[in-house]
């Protein structure tokens, strides 16, 4: 109800629009035609008209703009919701078990063990929201030190394994045939291990049960170190590429819309890996082709 | 007899946690992780069970198709909706997709228990009504509109609304109600000839703030014409008041 609301703003505002510049353009040409003959106010004329439609036209589409974010923030908030909501839910829930129900030993710990992974979900959800407010203050300062990508990556691809139990060669990682090298980075940990993870979560996401996840360390000059995260997944529609990384943004494809998400996860992915110097980048062959995110980072050189 | 819950609920700790309590409770449960696997056992499969235990944020099919579908089947099992989107158009929306309850999340587990066992206690009252059906004089009791209480049957103009178990006979056929749909009737029913606003109906009937959109209300309209109008498009019945209500007449006007 609410979406085709928006869509009628969106119509109504764009017919506005068009309106109030053909007036414009209506009026401008009366202005040529009445003062052909004197070039002054001719051409003060067409140019103070050509300000008018300008405005008109710009004014249009950064309404559109603004009804668009909105909706999208609105699908933010009820994700979020949903995202707050359901560990508290659960955890209210154990906790009024153990209060009111005589509960065995073995069954106390599972319960203790629920809870304590749904204080994670909460505090996972948290830091999503409190990073994607955070990389968009400039002032933010990194706390930078010498990482070196390949036990980063290492250990997040094993993190990602056991969040999402999955088994041992769900994810292949292949670090350019370099293990003995180090290849390093001046970053954040913390930050660098968020991108990661984010990319990683969201290609066991949107790829089915059986996931085939490539993560590849790539050095292709001496300056640039590249890891690309490869999956088999759902894939991103061509025209929707550019947008993936926008705030709030969610790709409304039928198979995305199944998958629970805030929009933040790429936005952070790219603000953070900016910060850094390097660039985020996505590519996929279309639906159901799966998805290729590449993280670009400039290589520490010592 | 031991009851059979099914639990819809993808949120894996959730669903555990349900089943624990409600086995504890000594039901005996399932649970089914999606919408579609649901539909599938109460659909096609034909399991029986004597409550759904329903979430709506489901991966696929979310859980108001699931419930509109159900009952478009003709479905009745008793349906309890939980939820983490409390906003009253979403508790609206739940009621006109077919829900008999609904519960927010995150709620209180003995509420929870409170409210699955009404829905079970209003299910076996049914049950009982059928074996036993109401004699006579219990018909004749509650011809007067003014003092009709929960169990009782109403009839006008050839149709009849036992609202023990929440069925309708009318122009040669059976409907059953959905709880919100029954609460409804009765209301109008019981304010026969008198206009019933919207408002009214929100607050009083329903329980729910005035603030939410009350248009929901005339999709409730529509589904009852269907049941009681011969022609819904001119209602005879369920006269529409423009800019306030609703009123029911027991009798077509002009026929007095």
């Not at chain 1, 040529?32 to 300008?54: K, S, T």
């Not at chain 1, 090298?181 to 059986?210: F, H, M, Q, T």
């Not at chain 2, 479905?75 to 939820?83: G, Q, V, Y």
């Not at chain 2, 009214?200 to 409730?220: K, P, S």
């Amino acid at each position: 109800m609410r979406i085709t609301s928006r869509k009628k703003t969106i119509a109504f505002a764009v017919t506005l629009g068009v309106l109030v510049a053909a007036v414009a353009l209506v009026l401008n040409i009366s202005w040529i035609v009445l003062n052909w003959r004197e070039v002054v106010p001719l051409i003060l004329g067409v140019i103070f008209f050509g300000f008018i439609i300008a405005g008109v036209i710009l004014n249009t589409i950064f309404l559109v703009r603004e009804v668009r974010r909105n909706e999208q923030q609105d699908s933010f908030l009820n994700a979020v919701t949903h995202e707050l909501k359901t560990p508290i839910t659960s955890i209210r829930l154990y906790l009024e078990t153990l209060q009111q129900r005589e509960v065995g030993e073995a069954q106390r710990r599972e319960f203790y063990q629920v809870m304590l992974e749904d204080t994670h979900r909460l505090m996972g959800t948290v830091e999503q929201v409190l990073r994607a407010a955070r990389v968009v203050q400039k002032n933010a300062a990194l706390n930078k030190s010498e990482i070196d990508m390949g036990p980063l990556v290492q250990d997040a691809v094993e993190l990602a394994r056991t969040r999402h139990h999955l088994p041992s060669d769900a994810i292949a990682w292949d670090l350019d045939g370099k293990t003995a090298e180090r290849i390093c980075v001046a970053g954040d940990r913390e930050e660098l291990s968020a991108v990661l993870s984010n990319v990683l979560d969201n290609a066991v996401k949107y790829s089915p049960k059986d996931a085939h996840i490539r993560v590849e360390v790539i050095t292709p000059d001496l300056k640039r170190v590249q890891i690309k995260v490869q999956d088999n997944g759902i894939g991103i529609p061509g025209g929707e590429l550019k947008r993936v990384f926008k705030r709030f943004y969610r790709v409304l494809t039928p198979g995305s819309t199944q998958v629970k998400g805030s929009g933040l996860g790429l936005f952070i992915v790219r603000a953070i890996t900016r910060r850094h110097g390097g660039e985020a980048y996505v590519e996929s062959e279309g639906t159901g082709k799966g998805t290729t995110v590449t993280i670009e980072l400039p290589r520490y050189q010592q | 007899m031991t009851r059979q819950i099914l639990i819809v609920e993808d949120e894996e700790h959730l669903a555990r946690g349900l089943k624990f309590n409600l086995e504890a409770e000594g039901y005996k449960t399932q649970v089914a992780g999606d919408g579609e696997m649901a539909l599938d056992l109460l659909l096609q499969k034909r399991a029986e069970y004597d409550l759904l235990v329903l979430d709506v944020m489901l991966p696929g099919k979310d859980g108001f198709t699931v419930a509109a579908e159900l009952r478009k089947a003709n479905h009745f099992i008793p349906l309890l909706m939980l939820t983490a989107r409390g906003h009253p158009e979403d508790v609206l929306k739940g009621f006109e997709a077919g829900a008999d309850d609904y519960l927010s999340k995150p709620f209180d587990l003995n509420i929870l228990l409170a409210r699955i066992r009404s829905l079970l206690r209003r299910r076996e009252w049914s049950r009982a009504l059928v074996t036993n059906p109401p004699n006579a004089s219990r018909v004749a009791e509650s011809k007067s509109a003014d003092s009709l209480r929960e169990f009782d049957v109403y009839s006008f103009a050839g149709k009849q609304v036992d609202f023990g178990t929440l069925e309708l006979s009318a122009n040669g056929r059976v409907f059953r109600l959905t709880l919100m749909e029954a609460e409804l009737l009765r209301h109008l029913i019981s304010n026969s000839g008198k206009i019933v606003s919207r408002k009214q109906i929100l607050e009083e009937v329903w329980g729910l703030h005035e603030d939410t959109d009350t248009r929901a209300i005339d999709n409730f309209i529509v589904r009852l014409r269907k049941y009681i109008e011969g022609d819904p498009s001119q209602p005879q019945h369920l006269l529409t008041v423009r800019g306030i209500g609703y009123r029911f007449l027991p009798k077509p006007e002009g026929q007095k």
